[in-house]
């Protein structure tokens, strides 16, 4: 299994970046929907259409996105010499990928919200959120191609 791994690195890696793009282009634009929906009045056509566009999102393009992120990215971390354990770039991009996870979450929580018209954040928080998931993306990518410890 180990050889199999190992001969197809480049695919495996290949469709863990392909993951990561999608997830991100989604982390980074249902933050944007939210702030619109906010000016959007409560059982307009306008806001149900947002409900529409949020959870389609995140169900079609963010969850299968963030699951085969992590399916690839665990088989790559899997393979034996890709990863020295002993350096701390890796724990710093392990745990700025737990906190996109949560992020994940609570953009999940708050569609909920949205969708029950239970939404009481203004939109400046959304705006503020947004920003999130692009300082942790800016971080991982530094791990994964500087290395810097």
């Known amino acids: 299994m180990m ?11 290949a469709f863990h970046i392909i993951s990561v793009i999608a997830w991100m282009a ?13 000016d ?12 529409v566009m949020e959870r389609r999102l995140l169900r079609g393009i963010i969850n299968p996105a ?3 992120t992590f399916i690839f990215g665990g088989i790559l971390l899997s393979i034996p010499g890709i990863v020295d354990w002993s350096s701390g770039w890796i724990w710093v ?7 996109m996870g949560g992020f994940h979450g609570s953009l999940s929580k708050w569609r909920k919200e949205f969708e029950r018209d239970e ?31």
Request: aromatic share 16%.
């Open 119 to 149: 939404n009481t954040r203004p939109a400046k928080f959304y705006r503020f959120a947004n920003e999130f998931p692009t300082i942790l993306m800016i971080i991982i990518v530094i791990m994964v191609v500087a290395k810097p410890f």
């Open 3 to 13: 050889d199999f791994l190992s001969d197809n690195y480049l695919w495996i890696k």
């Open 93 to 99: 991009k392990l745990a700025a990928i737990f906190l």
């Open 26 to 38: 989604g982390m980074l634009y249902l933050p944007r929907l939210y702030i619109y929906h906010c």
């Open 66 to 68: 963030m699951i085969m």
């Open 40 to 51: 959007a009045e409560t059982g307009s056509v306008q806001s149900e259409t947002f409900k």
